[in-house]
């Protein structure tokens, strides 16, 4: 250690002087989005990094949710493209922009193995 400090203790033991090598938070903690009261005749986006059987996983999910809430709308993932791709950066800065257009109340983001 090239730059360490180093003392004898009572007992003759060596102590090291070291650093921490976590950086002190560089953000805040903000408080969560209110949750939806109820899913019904809301819409909900779709976000998917193609991979893992999203394809299916989201089928299974709009059927299920749909029992519970008739009224419920899905806007596809093939609506938005990967969120795992080389075009990542511009999907998902395009997101805020997209879901205002489509008046999307809420997301789930999945898959990936």
Same mark, same amino acid.
């Given at each position: ?9 009572? =007992?003759? #033991?060596? &102590?090291?002087? $070291? ?6 938070? &560089? ?5 969560? /989005?209110?949750?939806?009261?109820? +899913? ?6 779709? +976000?998917?990094?193609? +991979? ?6 989201? &089928? ?14 899905? $806007? *596809?993932?093939? #609506?938005?493209?990967?969120?795992? *791709?080389?075009?990542?950066? #511009? =999907?998902? /800065? *395009? ?6 257009? +489509?008046? =999307?109340? !809420? =997301?789930? *983001?999945?898959?990936? !193995?």
């Amino acid at each position: 250690m090239a730059n360490s400090k180093t003392k004898q203790t009572d =007992v003759g #033991e060596q &102590q090291y002087e $070291v650093l921490w090598p976590r950086t002190p938070r &560089q953000t805040r903690l903000k408080p969560l /989005a209110r949750r939806l009261d109820t +899913l019904n005749g809301k819409t909900i986006a779709q +976000l998917w990094d193609f +991979l893992f059987r999203g394809d299916e996983i989201f &089928q299974f999910l709009e059927e299920g949710l749909k029992k519970r809430y008739p009224d419920i709308r899905f $806007v *596809s993932w093939r #609506e938005f493209g990967s969120t795992h *791709s080389p075009q990542e950066h #511009e =999907v998902i /800065a *395009s997101l805020p922009r997209r879901f205002k257009e +489509l008046g =999307v109340d !809420a =997301v789930i *983001s999945g898959m990936g !193995a």
